[in-house]
């Protein structure tokens, strides 16, 4: 019992460092947003584009010394750091991924907030309740979207870089990819829920056995 | 509910209070007033008959089924 109470209490405390840390982030971001946006910093003068590589020099060995073909897989992260004229032109761009930016730390603060809410339930020694399974139903959907959002906000991205630059020795490859494994995380969250949501139930026919 | 728990009106017709059913039959006031309230979901046969001994009447007496 008692390190049941102590890992639940190591848990409200990461879950609390998190939440005000994403607060105190996305506060401090969209402070500091204005300066950027009126003089790029390294943080925003970049865009990111997934790419191959079809003409490179890089060259391996064997520890024995013999050849070794190097080649780079499909989609691979690349990071295009642009001139600061380049963003001058192009405010508009910078305030839309700055909206990106705030809706994704709102997801990510009500993602928290769900998670808080359960830990709290469960402090209260009283978890298997229908709020709990709506909680996990709230956090498997923004699993799946949020991974959707990521998958297409990337390909976009990605297409922007293509038409901004003009690639030499690699390729922007507008190819949609999406992360699988967050999907099937979300789809087990979602599945979590409904056995919640029936279990609470159960449980208060059985309160209400008399 | 169709199935209605007749609980007060036999209680009244025998002038036993709630509080006093309840420290006859062993049951809390909180589930016995869930009981009379037709909030219970079920009614298990152990206190069916805790209940139709004190009162001295039959469970057809406790339990009536209405059509809606």
Same mark, same amino acid.
């Given at each position: 019992?008692?390190?049941?109470? @102590? ?8 879950? /609390? =460092?998190?939440?005000?840390?994403? %607060?105190?982030?996305?506060?401090? %971001? ?6 950027? +946006? ?30 070794? /073909? ?8 690349? @990071? ?37 809410? %359960?830990?709290? $339930? ?6 298997? =309740? $229908?709020?709990?399974?709506?909680? #996990? ?19 976009? #991205? *990605? ?6 630059? &003009? ?11 999406? !992360? ?7 789809? $087990? ?5 409904? +056995? #919640? ?14 | 509910?169709? =199935? ?7 209680? &009244? ?8 059913? $309840?420290?006859? +039959? ?6 016995? *007033? =869930?009981? &009379?309230?037709?909030?219970? &979901? /079920? ?17 057809? !007496?406790? #339990? ?5």
């Amino acid at each position: 019992m008692k390190t049941k109470s @102590k890992s639940l209490n190591a848990l409200k405390v990461l879950l /609390a =460092i998190s939440w005000w840390g994403t %607060i105190a982030t996305t506060v401090l %971001i969209v402070v500091l947003a204005p300066l950027a +946006v009126s003089s790029p910093g390294d943080y925003v003068n970049y865009l990111k584009g997934y790419g191959q590589i079809v003409d490179s020099n890089l060259t391996a060995m064997t520890r024995e010394g013999l050849p070794v /073909a190097v080649e780079f897989e499909d989609n691979l992260l690349v @990071k295009l750091v642009l001139p600061a004229e380049h963003w001058e032109a192009n405010r508009g761009l910078v305030a839309l991924a700055f909206g990106v930016f705030l809706a994704m730390m709102g997801a990510v603060l009500w993602f928290m907030h769900q998670l808080r809410q %359960i830990v709290r $339930s469960v402090e209260v020694g009283d978890p298997f =309740i $229908s709020e709990n399974a709506n909680r #996990l139903r709230v956090m498997g959907l923004l699993i799946i979207f949020g991974s959707l959002a990521k998958s297409v906000s990337d390909f976009a #991205l *990605s297409g922007y870089a293509d038409v901004v630059v &003009k690639p030499v020795g690699f390729s922007l490859n507008g190819h949609l990819h999406g !992360d699988f494994f967050s999907l099937v995380i979300g789809l $087990s969250v979602l599945v979590l829920s409904e +056995v #919640l949501r029936v279990g609470a139930a159960m449980r208060q026919e059985q309160d209400l056995t008399i | 509910m169709p =199935i209605r728990v007749r609980l007060e009106e036999q209680m &009244k017709a025998r002038g036993v209070s709630l509080t006093e059913l $309840s420290e006859r +039959v062993g049951l809390t006031l909180a589930n016995l *007033s =869930i009981l &009379k309230t037709g909030k219970a &979901k /079920a009614v298990r046969f152990s206190t069916l008959e805790a209940i139709c001994e004190v009162l001295q009447c039959q469970p057809g !007496d406790l #339990l009536v089924f209405e059509d809606e």
